[in-house]
Protein backbone atom coordinates (compact mmCIF):
# COMPACT_ATOMS: atom_id res chain seq x y z
CA UNK A 1 0.00 0.00 0.00
CA UNK A 2 2.75 2.45 0.92
CA UNK A 3 6.52 2.71 0.84
CA UNK A 4 8.04 1.39 4.05
CA UNK A 5 11.70 2.09 2.81
CA UNK A 6 11.70 5.62 4.23
CA UNK A 7 13.40 8.62 3.45
CA UNK A 8 16.86 9.03 5.93
CA UNK A 9 19.33 7.18 4.31
CA UNK A 10 19.25 4.35 7.60
CA UNK A 11 19.78 6.99 10.03
CA UNK A 12 17.59 6.25 13.22
CA UNK A 13 14.55 8.61 13.71
CA UNK A 14 13.29 10.62 16.79
CA UNK A 15 9.92 11.13 16.72
CA UNK A 16 8.80 13.93 19.72
CA UNK A 17 5.38 14.61 20.39
CA UNK A 18 2.80 15.39 23.15
CA UNK A 19 1.22 12.25 22.60
CA UNK A 20 2.45 9.02 22.48
CA UNK A 21 1.86 6.37 19.50
CA UNK A 22 -0.01 4.30 22.52
CA UNK A 23 -2.49 4.31 25.26
CA UNK A 24 -3.71 2.47 27.94
CA UNK A 25 -6.10 -0.23 27.77
CA UNK A 26 -8.01 -2.91 29.97
CA UNK A 27 -7.27 -2.48 34.12
CA UNK A 28 -5.78 -4.19 36.61
CA UNK A 29 -3.88 -7.68 35.31
CA UNK A 30 -5.59 -6.96 31.71
CA UNK A 31 -3.81 -3.68 31.71
CA UNK A 32 -1.82 -2.75 28.12
CA UNK A 33 -0.68 -0.54 26.04
CA UNK A 34 -2.39 -0.91 22.64
CA UNK A 35 -1.66 1.43 19.63
CA UNK A 36 -3.30 4.83 19.00
CA UNK A 37 -5.72 4.57 15.66
CA UNK A 38 -5.30 7.92 13.47
CA UNK A 39 -3.63 8.70 10.56
CA UNK A 40 -0.28 10.25 12.31
CA UNK A 41 0.62 6.99 13.76
CA UNK A 42 -0.28 4.71 11.32
CA UNK A 43 2.03 7.16 8.83
CA UNK A 44 4.77 7.25 11.17
CA UNK A 45 4.73 3.86 12.59
CA UNK A 46 6.10 1.54 9.75
CA UNK A 47 8.95 4.06 9.12
CA UNK A 48 9.89 3.78 12.76
CA UNK A 49 9.97 0.09 13.39
CA UNK A 50 12.56 0.33 9.70
CA UNK A 51 14.41 2.91 11.28
CA UNK A 52 14.67 1.12 14.67
CA UNK A 53 13.53 4.80 15.77
CA UNK A 54 12.57 6.21 18.96
CA UNK A 55 9.18 7.56 20.01
CA UNK A 56 9.06 10.39 22.86
CA UNK A 57 5.83 11.54 24.03
CA UNK A 58 4.16 12.05 27.43
CA UNK A 59 2.32 8.85 29.27
CA UNK A 60 -1.01 9.78 29.29
CA UNK A 61 -1.06 9.97 33.30
CA UNK A 62 -0.79 13.13 35.63
CA UNK A 63 2.00 12.23 38.15
CA UNK A 64 0.98 13.73 42.01
CA UNK A 65 4.77 13.71 42.77
CA UNK A 66 6.71 17.09 42.46
CA UNK A 67 9.98 16.80 40.27
CA UNK A 68 9.02 12.71 39.19
CA UNK A 69 10.77 13.85 36.36
CA UNK A 70 12.34 10.83 34.90
CA UNK A 71 10.88 8.22 36.93
CA UNK A 72 8.46 5.89 34.97
CA UNK A 73 10.16 6.97 31.59
CA UNK A 74 11.72 3.84 31.08
CA UNK A 75 11.43 3.08 27.43
CA UNK A 76 9.89 0.03 26.11
CA UNK A 77 8.91 -1.50 23.06
CA UNK A 78 5.67 -1.99 21.83
CA UNK A 79 4.30 -3.36 18.41
CA UNK A 80 7.90 -3.23 16.74
CA UNK A 81 8.41 0.86 18.33
CA UNK A 82 10.61 1.93 20.92
CA UNK A 83 8.56 4.29 23.36
CA UNK A 84 10.14 6.76 25.66
CA UNK A 85 7.00 7.90 27.88
CA UNK A 86 7.42 11.53 29.66
CA UNK A 87 6.30 11.83 33.35
CA UNK A 88 4.34 14.52 33.89
CA UNK A 89 3.19 16.22 37.42
CA UNK A 90 0.21 17.71 37.75
CA UNK A 91 1.47 20.92 38.11
CA UNK A 92 3.37 20.17 34.69
CA UNK A 93 -0.25 19.69 33.13
CA UNK A 94 -1.65 22.66 34.51
CA UNK A 95 0.90 25.14 33.41
CA UNK A 96 2.51 23.03 30.30
CA UNK A 97 -0.20 21.64 28.88
CA UNK A 98 -3.81 23.35 29.53
CA UNK A 99 -2.04 26.38 30.57
CA UNK A 100 0.83 28.13 28.09
CA UNK A 101 -0.35 25.00 25.21
CA UNK A 102 -4.19 25.34 25.50
CA UNK A 103 -4.83 28.77 26.83
CA UNK A 104 -2.54 30.68 25.27
CA UNK A 105 -0.62 29.18 21.95
CA UNK A 106 -4.49 27.59 20.75
CA UNK A 107 -6.30 30.62 20.78
CA UNK A 108 -3.37 32.91 19.60
CA UNK A 109 -2.54 30.85 16.87
CA UNK A 110 -6.29 30.29 16.00
CA UNK A 111 -7.11 33.92 15.23
CA UNK A 112 -7.59 34.65 18.75
CA UNK A 113 -11.09 33.14 19.09
CA UNK A 114 -10.78 33.04 22.73
CA UNK A 115 -8.60 35.88 24.21
CA UNK A 116 -4.85 34.55 24.62
CA UNK A 117 -3.69 34.59 28.05
CA UNK A 118 -0.09 35.79 28.40
CA UNK A 119 1.19 34.18 32.02
CA UNK A 120 4.66 34.00 33.31
CA UNK A 121 3.87 32.07 35.69
CA UNK A 122 3.09 29.65 32.67
CA UNK A 123 5.87 30.63 30.53
CA UNK A 124 8.49 29.01 32.67
CA UNK A 125 7.05 25.26 33.41
CA UNK A 126 6.48 25.81 29.56
CA UNK A 127 9.84 25.64 28.80
CA UNK A 128 11.24 23.23 31.65
CA UNK A 129 9.13 20.61 29.52
CA UNK A 130 10.40 21.21 26.37
CA UNK A 131 13.76 21.23 27.49
CA UNK A 132 12.86 17.72 29.54
CA UNK A 133 11.59 16.34 25.99
CA UNK A 134 14.80 17.68 24.21
CA UNK A 135 16.84 16.02 26.73
CA UNK A 136 14.80 12.39 26.40
CA UNK A 137 15.04 13.42 22.49
CA UNK A 138 18.90 14.02 22.36
CA UNK A 139 19.43 10.39 24.56
CA UNK A 140 17.67 8.94 22.43
CA UNK A 141 19.58 10.24 19.33
CA UNK A 142 23.11 9.41 20.39
CA UNK A 143 25.37 10.26 17.97
CA UNK A 144 23.21 11.76 15.98
CA UNK A 145 19.47 11.28 14.03
CA UNK A 146 16.74 12.95 12.54
CA UNK A 147 14.76 14.14 14.93
CA UNK A 148 11.43 14.95 13.77
CA UNK A 149 9.53 17.28 16.03
CA UNK A 150 5.48 17.83 16.38
CA UNK A 151 2.90 20.71 17.26
CA UNK A 152 2.88 23.95 19.21
CA UNK A 153 3.34 22.17 22.62
CA UNK A 154 6.97 21.67 21.93
CA UNK A 155 7.96 24.71 19.67
CA UNK A 156 10.97 25.10 21.69
CA UNK A 157 12.39 21.73 21.66
CA UNK A 158 14.18 21.96 17.88
CA UNK A 159 16.75 24.70 19.11
CA UNK A 160 17.06 22.73 22.59
CA UNK A 161 17.92 19.47 20.77
CA UNK A 162 20.38 21.40 18.65
CA UNK A 163 22.38 22.28 21.70
CA UNK A 164 22.11 18.89 22.90
CA UNK A 165 22.85 16.65 19.52
CA UNK A 166 24.55 18.82 17.09
CA UNK A 167 24.98 15.96 15.20
CA UNK A 168 21.03 15.36 14.14
CA UNK A 169 18.73 17.11 11.49
CA UNK A 170 16.31 18.40 13.15
CA UNK A 171 12.70 18.50 11.61
CA UNK A 172 9.54 20.52 12.66
CA UNK A 173 5.45 20.53 12.06
CA UNK A 174 2.87 22.42 12.97
CA UNK A 175 -0.66 21.07 12.96
CA UNK A 176 -2.01 23.83 13.53
CA UNK A 177 -2.07 27.21 11.49
CA UNK A 178 0.80 29.77 12.14
CA UNK A 179 -1.24 33.21 12.75
CA UNK A 180 -0.19 36.70 10.48
CA UNK A 181 2.87 38.83 12.09
CA UNK A 182 0.53 41.16 13.57
CA UNK A 183 -1.27 38.43 15.97
CA UNK A 184 1.84 36.89 17.08
CA UNK A 185 3.56 40.34 17.92
CA UNK A 186 1.49 40.13 20.95
CA UNK A 187 3.26 37.18 22.79
CA UNK A 188 5.45 38.44 25.28
CA UNK A 189 7.80 35.74 24.27
CA UNK A 190 7.37 36.06 20.56
CA UNK A 191 11.51 35.92 20.14
CA UNK A 192 12.27 32.74 22.29
CA UNK A 193 9.60 30.92 20.76
CA UNK A 194 10.81 31.51 17.32
CA UNK A 195 14.18 30.82 17.97
CA UNK A 196 13.19 28.04 19.32
CA UNK A 197 11.55 26.79 15.92
CA UNK A 198 14.16 28.30 14.27
CA UNK A 199 16.61 25.40 15.75
CA UNK A 200 15.01 23.17 12.92
CA UNK A 201 16.73 22.18 9.56
CA UNK A 202 12.98 22.12 7.68
CA UNK A 203 10.02 24.06 9.77
CA UNK A 204 6.53 22.21 8.00
CA UNK A 205 3.25 23.74 8.30
CA UNK A 206 -0.25 22.57 6.60
CA UNK A 207 -0.21 25.84 4.21
CA UNK A 208 1.99 28.31 2.02
CA UNK A 209 0.79 31.00 4.41
CA UNK A 210 1.18 29.46 7.61
CA UNK A 211 5.00 28.73 6.67
CA UNK A 212 4.74 32.48 4.86
CA UNK A 213 3.68 34.10 8.04
CA UNK A 214 6.04 31.90 10.11
CA UNK A 215 9.26 33.61 8.21
CA UNK A 216 8.00 36.91 7.84
CA UNK A 217 7.63 36.69 11.66
CA UNK A 218 11.12 35.04 12.00
CA UNK A 219 12.66 37.60 9.72
CA UNK A 220 10.91 40.79 12.21
CA UNK A 221 11.77 39.29 15.29
CA UNK A 222 15.14 37.27 15.11
CA UNK A 223 17.92 37.72 12.87
CA UNK A 224 16.89 35.44 10.60
CA UNK A 225 17.08 36.69 6.76
CA UNK A 226 15.99 35.22 3.43
CA UNK A 227 12.38 34.71 1.71
CA UNK A 228 9.17 32.91 2.77
CA UNK A 229 10.01 29.71 1.73
CA UNK A 230 14.03 29.48 3.27
CA UNK A 231 15.63 31.09 5.82
CA UNK A 232 18.99 31.76 6.84
CA UNK A 233 20.22 31.80 10.69
CA UNK A 234 22.93 30.81 12.58
CA UNK A 235 24.63 30.09 9.83
CA UNK A 236 21.96 27.68 8.62
CA UNK A 237 19.80 27.36 5.87
CA UNK A 238 16.19 26.64 6.88
CA UNK A 239 13.52 25.64 5.28
CA UNK A 240 9.88 26.50 5.70
CA UNK A 241 7.45 25.12 3.61
CA UNK A 242 3.86 23.49 2.90
CA UNK A 243 3.23 19.72 3.63
CA UNK A 244 -0.67 19.50 4.02
CA UNK A 245 -1.80 16.69 5.81
CA UNK A 246 -3.53 13.72 5.19
CA UNK A 247 -5.12 10.55 6.24
CA UNK A 248 -4.86 6.53 5.92
CA UNK A 249 -6.95 7.09 2.89
CA UNK A 250 -6.76 3.27 1.85
CA UNK A 251 -7.49 1.93 4.99
CA UNK A 252 -10.77 4.28 5.61
CA UNK A 253 -12.00 2.74 2.25
CA UNK A 254 -11.42 -0.62 3.30
CA UNK A 255 -13.19 -0.38 6.24
CA UNK A 256 -15.88 1.32 4.57
CA UNK A 257 -16.27 -1.46 1.78
CA UNK A 258 -16.33 -4.39 4.68
CA UNK A 259 -20.09 -5.35 5.40
CA UNK A 260 -19.77 -4.58 8.92
CA UNK A 261 -19.64 -1.29 8.52
CA UNK A 262 -22.30 -0.74 5.92
CA UNK A 263 -24.56 -2.83 8.04
CA UNK A 264 -23.86 -0.69 11.09
CA UNK A 265 -24.41 2.97 8.64
CA UNK A 266 -28.13 1.26 7.68
CA UNK A 267 -28.64 0.58 11.68
CA UNK A 268 -27.94 4.87 12.01
CA UNK A 269 -30.14 5.39 9.06
CA UNK A 270 -33.01 3.39 10.35
CA UNK A 271 -32.62 4.24 14.29
CA UNK A 272 -32.60 7.86 12.98
CA UNK A 273 -36.06 7.26 11.08
CA UNK A 274 -35.17 6.96 7.66
CA UNK A 275 -34.91 11.03 7.74
CA UNK A 276 -32.19 12.72 5.57
CA UNK A 277 -28.88 13.41 7.65
CA UNK A 278 -26.45 16.26 8.16
CA UNK A 279 -23.47 15.00 10.39
CA UNK A 280 -21.30 16.94 12.28
CA UNK A 281 -17.77 15.35 14.06
CA UNK A 282 -15.56 17.12 16.42
CA UNK A 283 -13.55 17.47 19.18
CA UNK A 284 -15.88 19.98 21.67
CA UNK A 285 -13.49 23.06 20.60
CA UNK A 286 -14.52 26.46 20.52
CA UNK A 287 -12.30 26.49 17.15
CA UNK A 288 -14.34 24.25 15.40
CA UNK A 289 -17.61 25.87 14.49
CA UNK A 290 -20.12 23.71 16.78
CA UNK A 291 -22.36 26.51 17.62
CA UNK A 292 -22.70 28.66 13.94
CA UNK A 293 -23.80 24.88 12.58
CA UNK A 294 -26.50 24.98 14.95
CA UNK A 295 -27.49 28.56 14.10
CA UNK A 296 -27.86 27.50 10.33
CA UNK A 297 -29.76 24.36 10.90
CA UNK A 298 -32.11 26.50 13.34
CA UNK A 299 -31.81 29.00 11.08
CA UNK A 300 -33.89 26.40 8.19
CA UNK A 301 -35.95 25.23 10.60
CA UNK A 302 -37.35 28.47 11.31
CA UNK A 303 -37.81 29.25 7.70
CA UNK A 304 -39.45 26.21 7.35
CA UNK A 305 -36.70 25.09 4.75
CA UNK A 306 -36.18 22.26 6.93
CA UNK A 307 -38.62 20.52 8.98
CA UNK A 308 -37.63 17.39 12.40
CA UNK A 309 -39.73 15.09 10.29
CA UNK A 310 -37.32 15.20 7.70
CA UNK A 311 -34.02 15.91 8.06
CA UNK A 312 -31.90 15.55 11.49
CA UNK A 313 -28.62 16.94 12.12
CA UNK A 314 -25.94 14.63 14.26
CA UNK A 315 -23.47 16.02 16.07
CA UNK A 316 -20.39 14.18 17.28
CA UNK A 317 -18.58 16.39 20.06
CA UNK A 318 -15.69 14.45 21.72
CA UNK A 319 -14.26 15.29 24.97
CA UNK A 320 -11.47 17.57 24.47
CA UNK A 321 -9.66 19.82 27.45
CA UNK A 322 -12.39 19.45 29.72
CA UNK A 323 -10.34 21.61 32.56
CA UNK A 324 -10.04 25.14 30.51
CA UNK A 325 -12.41 27.14 31.18
CA UNK A 326 -13.53 27.78 27.33
CA UNK A 327 -13.99 24.40 26.72
CA UNK A 328 -16.37 23.83 29.85
CA UNK A 329 -18.16 27.48 29.03
CA UNK A 330 -18.78 26.11 25.12
CA UNK A 331 -19.80 22.28 26.30
CA UNK A 332 -22.28 24.37 28.15
CA UNK A 333 -23.42 26.74 25.56
CA UNK A 334 -24.40 24.01 22.65
CA UNK A 335 -25.58 21.67 24.77
CA UNK A 336 -28.34 24.79 25.84
CA UNK A 337 -28.44 24.97 22.02
CA UNK A 338 -29.44 21.85 21.27
CA UNK A 339 -32.22 21.14 24.44
CA UNK A 340 -33.46 24.16 22.48
CA UNK A 341 -33.67 23.36 19.24
CA UNK A 342 -35.21 20.36 20.47
CA UNK A 343 -38.16 21.69 22.43
CA UNK A 344 -38.68 24.25 19.84
CA UNK A 345 -38.61 21.50 17.10
CA UNK A 346 -38.99 18.14 17.70
CA UNK A 347 -41.57 16.25 16.17
CA UNK A 348 -43.80 12.98 15.77
CA UNK A 349 -40.58 11.60 18.44
CA UNK A 350 -37.77 13.24 16.05
CA UNK A 351 -35.39 15.03 17.95
CA UNK A 352 -34.12 17.67 15.47
CA UNK A 353 -30.66 16.97 17.04
CA UNK A 354 -28.99 13.96 17.67
CA UNK A 355 -26.19 14.72 19.87
CA UNK A 356 -23.49 12.26 21.53
CA UNK A 357 -20.81 13.80 24.00
CA UNK A 358 -18.57 11.14 23.09
CA UNK A 359 -15.73 9.31 20.79
CA UNK A 360 -17.45 7.26 18.31
CA UNK A 361 -14.96 3.73 17.85
CA UNK A 362 -13.56 3.69 14.38
CA UNK A 363 -16.02 1.69 12.52
CA UNK A 364 -19.04 3.26 13.68
CA UNK A 365 -17.45 6.90 12.97
CA UNK A 366 -17.07 5.42 9.54
CA UNK A 367 -20.58 4.53 9.74
CA UNK A 368 -22.10 7.73 10.21
CA UNK A 369 -19.80 9.06 7.48
CA UNK A 370 -21.55 6.65 5.39
CA UNK A 371 -24.79 7.33 6.53
CA UNK A 372 -24.81 11.05 5.99
CA UNK A 373 -26.74 13.15 3.19
CA UNK A 374 -24.34 16.31 3.98
CA UNK A 375 -21.16 16.41 6.46
CA UNK A 376 -20.56 19.97 7.66
CA UNK A 377 -17.62 20.84 8.90
CA UNK A 378 -17.41 24.24 9.61
CA UNK A 379 -14.08 26.07 11.66
CA UNK A 380 -13.33 29.15 12.37
CA UNK A 381 -9.88 28.71 11.94
CA UNK A 382 -8.41 25.17 11.07
CA UNK A 383 -4.56 23.99 10.37
CA UNK A 384 -6.04 21.09 7.87
CA UNK A 385 -9.29 19.31 9.38
CA UNK A 386 -8.99 15.43 9.05
CA UNK A 387 -12.77 14.85 9.08
CA UNK A 388 -13.29 16.97 6.25
CA UNK A 389 -10.74 14.41 4.43
CA UNK A 390 -12.28 10.87 6.10
CA UNK A 391 -15.28 11.53 4.86
CA UNK A 392 -14.61 11.72 1.05
CA UNK A 393 -12.42 8.40 1.67
CA UNK A 394 -15.41 7.04 3.39
CA UNK A 395 -17.90 7.41 0.68
CA UNK A 396 -16.60 4.84 -1.43
CA UNK A 397 -20.26 4.63 -3.08
CA UNK A 398 -19.22 8.34 -4.61
CA UNK A 399 -22.53 10.07 -2.77
CA UNK A 400 -22.90 12.89 -0.23
CA UNK A 401 -21.91 16.37 -0.17
CA UNK A 402 -19.12 18.00 1.67
CA UNK A 403 -19.95 22.06 3.30
CA UNK A 404 -16.55 23.45 4.03
CA UNK A 405 -15.58 25.99 6.04
CA UNK A 406 -12.93 28.29 3.67
CA UNK A 407 -10.95 28.48 6.86
CA UNK A 408 -10.04 25.22 7.44
CA UNK A 409 -6.74 23.92 5.55
CA UNK A 410 -8.23 20.94 3.44
CA UNK A 411 -10.67 23.83 2.02
CA UNK A 412 -7.35 24.40 -0.41
CA UNK A 413 -7.08 20.91 -1.83
CA UNK A 414 -10.96 20.16 -1.40
CA UNK A 415 -12.19 22.25 -4.21
CA UNK A 416 -15.38 20.66 -5.09
CA UNK A 417 -17.10 21.09 -1.55
CA UNK A 418 -19.49 23.16 -0.77
CA UNK A 419 -17.23 26.12 0.25
CA UNK A 420 -19.01 28.82 3.43
CA UNK A 421 -17.98 31.32 5.75
CA UNK A 422 -18.47 30.38 9.11
CA UNK A 423 -19.21 33.70 10.35
CA UNK A 424 -22.17 33.87 7.64
CA UNK A 425 -24.82 32.68 8.93
CA UNK A 426 -27.14 32.98 6.30
CA UNK A 427 -24.80 31.79 3.63
CA UNK A 428 -24.09 28.85 5.62
CA UNK A 429 -27.75 27.77 5.65
CA UNK A 430 -28.39 28.79 2.17
CA UNK A 431 -25.36 26.27 1.63
CA UNK A 432 -26.96 23.69 3.63
CA UNK A 433 -30.33 23.93 2.10
CA UNK A 434 -28.19 23.66 -1.60
CA UNK A 435 -26.82 20.55 -0.27
CA UNK A 436 -29.95 18.94 0.93
CA UNK A 437 -31.16 19.67 -3.16
CA UNK A 438 -28.49 18.75 -4.91
CA UNK A 439 -28.77 16.71 -7.59
CA UNK A 440 -27.63 12.60 -7.64
CA UNK A 441 -25.73 13.81 -10.56
CA UNK A 442 -23.78 17.08 -9.06
CA UNK A 443 -23.30 14.87 -6.04
CA UNK A 444 -21.57 11.96 -7.68
CA UNK A 445 -19.37 14.42 -10.16
CA UNK A 446 -18.33 16.64 -6.53
CA UNK A 447 -17.55 13.41 -4.52
CA UNK A 448 -15.76 11.37 -7.10
CA UNK A 449 -12.88 14.40 -7.37
CA UNK A 450 -13.02 14.89 -3.65
CA UNK A 451 -12.33 11.34 -3.33
CA UNK A 452 -9.53 11.24 -5.90
CA UNK A 453 -7.50 14.17 -4.43
CA UNK A 454 -7.72 12.49 -0.73
CA UNK A 455 -6.28 8.96 -2.85
CA UNK A 456 -3.47 10.84 -4.33
CA UNK A 457 -2.41 12.65 -1.58
CA UNK A 458 -2.74 10.30 1.84
CA UNK A 459 -0.83 10.62 5.06
CA UNK A 460 1.84 8.41 4.07
CA UNK A 461 2.71 10.60 0.91
CA UNK A 462 2.92 13.34 3.91
CA UNK A 463 5.25 11.67 6.21
CA UNK A 464 7.57 10.02 3.41
CA UNK A 465 7.50 14.16 1.41
CA UNK A 466 8.70 15.62 4.73
CA UNK A 467 11.52 12.99 5.72
CA UNK A 468 13.19 13.53 2.49
CA UNK A 469 12.98 16.91 2.53
CA UNK A 470 14.81 16.66 5.82
CA UNK A 471 17.18 13.72 4.65
CA UNK A 472 17.98 16.09 2.57
CA UNK A 473 18.48 19.59 4.83
CA UNK A 474 21.62 21.02 4.03
CA UNK A 475 21.93 21.74 7.57
CA UNK A 476 25.29 23.51 9.72
CA UNK A 477 27.33 26.12 7.75
CA UNK A 478 25.52 25.89 4.79
CA UNK A 479 25.36 29.50 4.11
CA UNK A 480 29.06 29.91 4.28
CA UNK A 481 30.29 27.96 1.65
CA UNK A 482 28.23 29.22 -1.38
CA UNK A 483 29.92 28.16 -4.69
CA UNK A 484 32.36 31.60 -6.06
CA UNK A 485 30.30 32.02 -8.97
CA UNK A 486 27.44 32.55 -7.22
CA UNK A 487 28.57 35.07 -4.81
C1 LIG B 1 -4.93 19.07 17.69
C2 LIG B 1 -3.47 19.37 17.96
C3 LIG B 1 -2.74 18.14 18.48
C4 LIG B 1 -3.50 17.55 19.65
C5 LIG B 1 -4.95 17.25 19.24
C6 LIG B 1 -5.78 16.70 20.42
O1 LIG B 1 -5.05 18.26 16.57
O2 LIG B 1 -2.82 19.87 16.82
O3 LIG B 1 -1.44 18.47 18.91
O4 LIG B 1 -2.87 16.38 20.10
O5 LIG B 1 -5.55 18.44 18.79
O6 LIG B 1 -5.71 17.53 21.51
P1 LIG B 1 -5.06 17.08 22.90
O7 LIG B 1 -4.92 18.38 23.65
O8 LIG B 1 -6.07 16.16 23.49
O9 LIG B 1 -3.74 16.40 22.64
Sequence with gaps: MHDESGAGGGRPLVVVANRMPVRRAGEGDTAHWETSPGGLVSAIAPVLRERRGTWVGWNGTASDEVG??????????????????????????DSFYYGFSNETLWPLYHDAIRFPRFHRRWWWPFRD???????????????????????YQLQLAPAMIREQSPGSRIGFFLHIPFPPEELFAKMPWRRQVLEGLLGADVIGFHTKLSAQNFSRAARQFTTARGSDSHLEYDGRRIACKAFPISIDTGAIDSIAREDETG?????????????????????????????????????????????????????????????????????????????????????????????????????????????????????????????????????????????????AGAALELLQAMLVNPYDIDGMSAALDRALRMSEDERRRRMRTLRRTVSRHDVYRWADSFLTELATAPGKDSTRHEPAARA
Aim: charged share 30%; net charge negative; proline share 2%.
Design 263 to 407: RRAAVLRESLGGRRIILGVDRMDYTKGIDVRLRAFEDMLETGRASADEVVLMQVAVPSRESVGDYADLRRTVEEHVGRINGRFASGGNAAVYYLYRGLDFRDLVASYMAADVMMVTPFRDGMNLVAKEFCAARADEDGVLVLSEF
Design 129 to 151: VNERYARAAAEAAGDGADVWVHD
Design 68 to 93: AGDAAADAFEHDGMRIRPMALTRADL
